[in-house]
């Protein structure tokens, strides 16, 4: 194909990715280095709150925006440079922690701790995933003829199920009084609250994540088998 | 619309007429009073919160009339697109009580028709069977916790609205409240990391070693549902959800569930718990003519009429409320003296409600210390409040 007839086709496509997904971007990134806010004043003010009996008057000092003239709110535009990656990353904190080897003072701060779940749960279900689906295509393709449409259908259909109702499903199945938690009480004798334990919500995350994937990467797969 | 069974309207409305407020039963009612009136489109729904902000500073703007209670007005006050009603409760108020204005800085900027609170429901029959007597502080409510415990005649003794995230936030502001603490210096910083957060958290941990296990994920839908199936004794609940122990559709325990005053946290202090109202606002990016027509449609919808037509929908403020037996525990917490604190409306407690919402249960999961969650809900709320710029 020529290269301008490709350029053509793709235009249309570059064009939009670059007003919708790359402009916005760079915006973005542009408008983290400056922060807006409202002008606010300490007042005053006397609220008196509704109440059942009567009202109760409270007289307290609080921020307040002030409008300008036309009685707009006014705001203030300030370049603050990384602070705001500051405020999320807490470097000094970050840095101490690594150097007192010290892990759970490392994830009690929000960003190193979703971090962490991220990787566990991307390095833990990716494999899994390619794994059970290739597992799966292997397995179809060996199946006769005959059954192999109804097999794919069944193998299908965890990705078809909505991501709300399956997580709903595992909701119900799981949580203290759930039908699953039920039968495993009855089995062990002991009381089991899953929804408890961090841990074990993130493993029931994991779970579901590649049920839900699995039939996707057995597609692929048996797409090449 | 205009059906006969319920008395009509006092006015035809010829103007118009938009409103936005949440979805409870109790909006459900107003609204369809105001309807009556004709050329009115109530919009009512959970996301009210959201919308009402942007839609309410729109010119003109998006609704006429808006449902709110202490912590939504927030941000319609500080950005000023809701108009002071003085005049138009001069012209039209005649029936309001003077208990139902909400006034800042002596202008009257939203007209209660409820109030709302959480406090204690609980079976009495089951206190009754242990031979306790219904606890009126929280001391007393661990105590009666044990001894029903070791009569073995309930699941879990306690429920409570403890979901990670606002309920949680709303869970320790009641309790903290209760021990006579200040979360906001007069400075704008924050000031929980203290004794009486300590005591506070401390005491809600008590109380958890007699709630399910999953107490983190239960919010008022789940302790509702655990009161009705009958799987807990007593819990700090807000007042709405007493109707739905009676609704004989859902719940195994009719007529068994009483109201109990929210419980002391200190001797001789306050019921620990909040005080909220519901009410409307009027807009203010709005003709006049429109905000009058707005505000007497408002006012058909909070009379008394709508009131005797649905009186156990809230605790309402509306002259001809007869409160019923599922109340009695939210007057008695409303009228109590020393008097319960309203929740505060300012920017700076939304700050630190987040910021309490986001960082408690880190000690409820052992993650931290008592000190070390506080020093954290501090610290967030410092960086909350710079960003939003109420803190230099």
Redesign the interface.
Known sequence: MKFRTFAAFIAPSVLMMMIFIAAPLVSVFIQSFY?T????D?VQ????????????C?T??????T?DDA?K?RTETNFIGWQRYG?VLEPAKARDAIRNLDP?ALL?IDFWGALRFMLTFTFITLPLVIGLGLAIAIVVNNTARSVRGPVIFVSLLPFIITPVIGALAICWLF??DGIRTRAMEHYSGT?I?I??Q?RAIEILMMFFRVWHVAPFAFVIFYAGL | MGSTAMAACAFENTVPLKSLTAGFEAWKSVTSAMAECRNFTPELGQEFATKQPEAFAANPSLYHIGGVANETIVPLLNAGTIRPLDDLVAKYGQNLKPNQLFKVDGKIMAIAMMVHTQHLMNRKDILEQAGVAVPTTWDEVLMAAEKIKAAGLVDYLLGATTKAGWNFGEKFVNMYFGMGGALINADGTPSVNNEAGVKTLVTLKALTAYMDLEYLISDSTYVQQQFQQGKIAMANLWASRGGAMDDAAESKVVGRVDGGIAPTAMAGGAPATTLWWDGIVIAKNITDEEADAAFMVAMEGIDTEMVTAHNDDAIWLVEGYVPGRLAQGAIATASATPPKPSYPSTTTQGLMHSALGDNLSAFFTGEKSAAGTLAAVEAFHTTGAKEAGVLK
Do not use: L, S
Not at chain 1, 37 to 40: D, T
Not at chain 1, 45 to 56: D, K, L, S
Not at chain 1, 60 to 65: A, D, G, L, N, V
């Open positions: 922060q806010q409202p002008i606010v300490m003010v006397e609220t008196r709150t509704p109440g059942f009996v009567t009202q109760t409270v307290e000092t609080k921020p307040r925006p409008p009685g709110m405020n759970a009690a949580v203290g009381d609250a929804f408890a961090g």
